[in-house]
């Protein structure tokens, strides 16, 4: 839910409190009431209403290691029970790549993603975009190239029906390029999609992106309706030992319950990242009672994405792990 949004609906609480305590005086006075001097209704607050996406992440092993084709993420999606689809473009460039991402290519993984998801009745939602370019590349002419190469995705995800793509800020190291830098890319990108009518959404994705404070400078600078966040539970680690975004253990990791607090008035999506699960089936790296709270008190509502990232499980245990905590706390039917 927008910031604005959420402001709105604490204002819509607030007035009715102020009526209710109106008309509880008038009574306690005993003055006759007219019909013209009764009080308004109460104004309804918006139900929260959550339903489950599927990451087509969470199926990464399967695609890459057992053969699955990708374009079953739907038939695979719908048999667990979820009801959105957030696709990965990486897991479809090996045919992409040999066609130079071609428009036939691309239009061509359109039509058969559409024709999937119309088969088993799922929404779609999102393109996680990936190895398209840094956006927040210190030099302008790369960056500029990174924000062109992300163009077909876009156009891709207008064409499916999505409502956004997932984009990373990798580039710069240095604190005083990466804010500019982000900004500059992000506002680009924003800018195209805008006249697509697609948001450009940000994930805490290591670096300096998983320092909210610093990613939510950013959001605030690009000032654009349709630049936003995806606020991931599992993704702040901030510094790692060899200094790669992803390939070694995590030596500084930002607070995950401030982030996650710290995200939401600008998230579009959410993504419920898990690892491991006890044996009452909680997660064991996050404590997702808490997490829930937090977007359910930010006012979100809508999407919530299953991103299982596990390997003590195998991926469709994870899925289904992960699924059955979220049914429980957001009170959904299994």
């Known amino acids: 839910m927008k910031r604005r949004n959420f402001i709105q609906n604490g204002a819509q609480a607030g007035i009715a409190v102020s009526l209710l305590g109106a008309y509880a005086c008038k009574q306690s006075k ?7 001097e009764m009080p308004e209704e109460t104004p309804a607050i918006p139900e929260q209403i959550f339903k489950l996406s599927l990451a087509q992440w969470s199926i990464h092993r399967m695609i890459r290691e ?51 998801s119309e088969k088993h009745g799922l929404e779609n939602l999102i393109i996680m975009i990936d190895h398209e ?14 924000v062109e190469n ?59 992106s998983s320092d909210a404070t610093m990613l939510v400078e950013v959001i605030e600078k690009v000032n654009l ?23 070694t253990a995590c030596i500084e990791e930002y607070d995950r319950y401030k982030g996650i607090s710290e995200l939401m008035p600008y998230a579009k999506a959410v993504s419920a990242k898990s690892h491991d699960f006890d044996d009452q089936g909680n997660e064991t790296h996050t404590d997702y009672e808490r997490m829930i709270k937090i977007i359910k008190d930010a006012g979100y509502s809508g999407y919530v ?25 957001l009170d959904l039917s299994a």
């Open 30 to 36: 005993k003055k006759e009431i007219t019909d013209t």
């Open 66 to 116: 057992e053969g699955l084709d990708p374009y079953q993420f739907a038939e695979k999606a719908k048999g667990w029970g979820f009801s959105g689809l957030e696709y990965v473009s990486q897991l479809y460039e090996d045919e992409l790549k040999a066609a130079d991402f071609s428009k036939e290519a691309m239009d061509k993984f359109v039509e058969k993603s559409k024709a999937e």
């Open 133 to 146: 370019g840094d956006l927040s590349a210190a030099d302008e002419t790369e960056r500029k190239a990174a």
């Open 150 to 208: 992300h163009f077909k995705w876009v156009d891709a995800a207008a064409a499916l029906g999505c409502h956004s793509v997932r984009v990373n800020l990798m580039g710069s190291k240095i604190a005083e390029e990466w804010t500019p830098a982000s900004i500059d890319g992000l506002s680009q990108l924003s800018s195209y999609a805008k006249d697509k009518n697609i948001n450009v959404i940000v994930e805490n994705h290591g670096g300096f």
């Open 225 to 247: 309706p349709n630049c936003g966040t995806l606020p991931d539970f599992g993704n702040f680690c901030t510094k790692r030992e060899d200094g790669s975004y992803f390939d």
């Open 305 to 329: 994405g299953v991103e299982y990232e596990g390997d003590q499980l195998s991926e469709e245990e994870g899925i289904i792990a992960t699924k059955n905590l979220l049914n429980k706390l």
